[in-house]
């Protein structure tokens, strides 16, 4: 199991619903991520935060609403759902500074199920 | 536009094999390429690659980047059983190094 975890792990939802995804690492990382991978779809990046700002989204709809209180802690507040936006739903951190890359960590992921 | 292309999209093969899977970038501003392991759910990093024709190496995984030709492979050797899993190529957006776009994968299954 890695340093970041992921609740719930598996959610079914009705497209009038509300409901959070809670993602929690214990790395010390200041940058945190949100990632959808659809079937037979590669691995999308939605949100990125840094020191609990958010820095990227990639045109992700308003019916997906990120959250970052603090640097441990990132919400995805989820909101008149559709069919299609059942998927795999990725939290990941890591360090944060220069040029090169650094390593992301990835939590075992939230199913979701749109009815 | 970045595009990560990966190939083949699946593989299935027995216990002892080698297989090389492949990897095609276009990305603006290249940085650097990586490779991921996803068993089951939580990707895994296995390695990045900045420079072209150095070879990185993990017990029977090894990786080298081409930067002429745009493209990476990953090879396996004495593949195991353990090793079957969706391998996942990922190159940092133009936005920021830690911005990945990722690949389709590939698909590896090792059959005893």
């Known amino acids: 199991e890695t340093g970041v975890t992921q609740t719930p792990r598996h959610l079914v939802m009705g497209m009038t619903n509300k409901k959070s995804l809670k993602c929690e690492q214990h790395?010390?990382?200041?940058?945190m991520y949100w990632y959808k991978q659809s079937a037979k779809k590669p691995l999308e990046l939605m949100f990125v935060y840094n020191f609990k700002e958010q820095t990227e989204n990639n045109s992700v709809p308003s019916r997906f609403s990120p959250e970052c209180p603090n640097s441990s802690h990132l919400f995805l507040h989820l909101h008149t759902l559709q069919p299609e936006d059942s998927a795999l739903y990725l939290c990941?951190?890591?360090?944060?500074?220069?040029?090169?890359?650094?390593?992301?960590?990835f939590g075992p992921g939230t199913r979701l199920t749109v009815l | 536009e970045d595009k990560v292309v990966q190939s083949p999209l699946s593989l299935v093969v027995h216990e002892g094999d080698t297989v090389t899977l492949n990897c095609s970038y276009e990305?603006?501003?290249?940085?650097?390429l990586l490779w991921y392991k996803q068993e089951k759910k939580a990707p895994t990093f296995l390695f990045m690659l900045?420079?072209?024709?150095i070879e990185k190496k993990s017990g029977r995984l090894s990786s080298i980047l081409d930067k002429k030709e745009l493209s990476s492979i990953l090879n396996i050797t004495a593949t195991q059983t353990g090793d079957s899993a969706i391998y996942l190529c990922?190159?940092?957006?133009?936005?920021?190094?830690?911005?990945?776009?990722f690949g389709t994968g590939t698909r590896l299954t090792v059959i005893p």
């Open positions: 790395l010390g990382h200041n940058a």
């Open positions: 990941a951190s890591s360090p944060l500074g220069g040029s090169s890359y650094n390593e992301q960590f």
């Open positions: 900045t420079s072209s024709g």
């Open positions: 990922a190159v940092p957006r133009r936005t920021g190094a830690n911005n990945l776009f």
């Open positions: 990305v603006t501003n290249f940085r650097s």
